[in-house]
């Protein structure tokens, strides 16, 4: 046996005596120890080696985010100017934009659908039930 608790083989090399102690620790557990550091200095890769982690859950909430704004400045940008009405100044999206009832009434009687007493007194009853009036 060798002063730090080996033994020497044939060709001369030291081997550890896994029972022998060294102030009140196993030179197994030693040799445990250190492979179990070895390992997990060889095995981690860096910060990235056990993917995101919980920051994984953060990047689609931030692209919900962006696209749920973007539509929300659409939507905000087009609801202004269907208000405001647009170049044309009338309200309301471009397929509700049709002539006001007078102007289809007159377009019919240009046309000739309707005789000129039957567009007097259509008008009439337009007029009178409008709902600013």
Do not use: C, Q
């Amino acid at each position: 046996m060798t002063p730090s608790g080996g033994f020497a083989d044939a060709a001369g090399l030291t081997r550890l005596d896994p029972t022998a102690r060294t102030a009140g620790r196993t030179i197994k557990g030693d040799i445990m120890l250190a492979t179990l550091a070895t390992t997990a200095v060889v095995t981690h890769a860096g910060p990235w080696a056990a993917g995101f982690g919980w920051v994984f859950f953060l990047i689609p909430i931030f692209w919900f985010l962006v696209i749920g704004l973007i539509i929300f400045l659409v939507a905000r940008n087009r609801r202004h100017f269907w208000a405001t009405g647009g170049p044309s100044g009338s309200y309301g999206p471009p397929w509700m934009r049709g002539g006001s009832a007078e102007s289809t009434l007159s377009e019919r009687f240009a046309k000739g659908d309707i005789d000129e007493t039957e567009y007097r007194a259509r008008l009439e009853v337009l007029r009178a039930n409008r709902p600013n009036a």
